[in-house]
C-alpha cells in the first residue's frame, strides 16, 4: 500500500490524496505533525531525496522564521534533530510505496508517471 505522509491542513496533500482515490489507488496518510517520522525514516527519506537540504521546503514560512543558527545544520544529527522538532519543514507530501522508493511533492503529470495510470 502507498504510504502518504504530510500535514491534514496542507492543500497539496489533499490534492494527492483525492487524486489517488480517483485513480483508486489503495494509500494511506500519515500526519507527521501528530506522528513524527523516526529518525531512520528521516535518514532514508533523505537518501532517496538526495540529501537533507532537498527534503527541506524552504520556501515555508517555519524555514523563514528559523534563527540562522538552526538552518545551517552541519551533521545528519542535527537535520534529524530540526525536523522532528519541526516535521512541517518536510516537503510534502512524502509519497512511499510498497517497493519502498520514496518521492516528494505532488503533480497530477508526477503522480500519473510514478503510478503508471
Sequence with gaps: MTTIYGLNNCDTCRKARKW???FGIAHAFVDYREHKPAPGTLVEWARQAGG????INKSS????????NRKGAASDA???LLLREYPQLIRRPVVVTDDGVVTQGFSDNGFKKRFGV
Design 20 to 22: 489517488l482515490d480517483r
Design 52 to 55: 537533507f537540504e532537498t527534503l
Design 61 to 68: 514560512t517555519t524555514w523563514r522564521q528559523l534563527p540562522d
Design 78 to 80: 542535527e537535520w534529524k
